[in-house]
């Protein structure tokens, strides 16, 4: 009895120790904790500051995911001999030169994806890797200061895709207006004067038009943060049918050196690769969509990769 007693009162003296322990050590821990979130901000001042500096900036970080898998004999599912995956990487890259009457701002964002599925017993389908996601950005902005955050401004901006029907539709936007640059790492461009080409091949309702550019970009990098979010609009004056935008944006975390994880989503609408599409699916002989033909909805186009990052 004597030892049972013994022993439970160990056990309560050590129950006791260890959590005055923890709280003393918690309690060491708080005024450090707030310590570095001081001189996390004062770091982060001092980096604005840095990217404010005259001279150019430059740097890169990215996304890759993909997942292989194969099955032999897995009757539970409806193709029990089947190998499958796939592969995606996105690189975003800038390089921006800042003086004191100028500014020249270049940025690219290139996102592609493969996937596969091979069923082992049919000889006939596709075992190859096809593409998936294919997006290609680039974008150039020059201005001159005629005030503090604000400037006029050239823009040039070319889209398409590069693994399948490369310029085939491309956009290349060209256009004058202002730009507005509120903080080092943000821009927002508004240029009433742009012309939207459209490039395509074939018989298509692909067109040209004249109207009105918006663009918004927001770059940042906070401690082992790397992020970036992109509006790009057209307005036609033509027409509604002929405007279209893109909102991408890209995340990534570093857990370790310069590994960590990163995360990419992306939302389009562009009525006229929406009928262009449509008209593909048609059988032949069928008298294809247009352009405000209410019998096409408008689809919203979406595209999100997770996995790996690279910080560059």
Known sequence: MKKIIALAATVFLTFNISAQTAEELKEQQAPKKAEIAKLQGEVDALQA???ALPGWKKGA?????GSISQFSDWFSQGTPNVSSGNIAFTVNGFANLTEEKFFWRNAANINLGWVKFDDKDNPDDD????????VFNITSLYGRNVAKNFAISGLAEYRTTILDNFNDPGYLDLGVGGTWTPIPNMVVVVHPLNYNFVFSSGDTVFESSLGAKILVDYTRKIGAIN???NLSAFQSYETSDLSNWTWTNSFGYTLWKKIGVGF???L???RQETVNFENGLLA???TPFKLGDDAVDDQLQSFWTFGLSYAF
């Open 264 to 266: 990419d989503f992306g």
């Open 227 to 229: 992020f970036k979010t």
């Open 61 to 65: 970080f990215g996304t890759i995911g």
């Open 127 to 134: 075992d190859s890797f096809r593409a998936g996601t294919d």
């Open 268 to 270: 389009r609408n562009n």
């Open 49 to 51: 500051q840095i990217d």
């Open 284 to 286: 032949e002989g069928v």
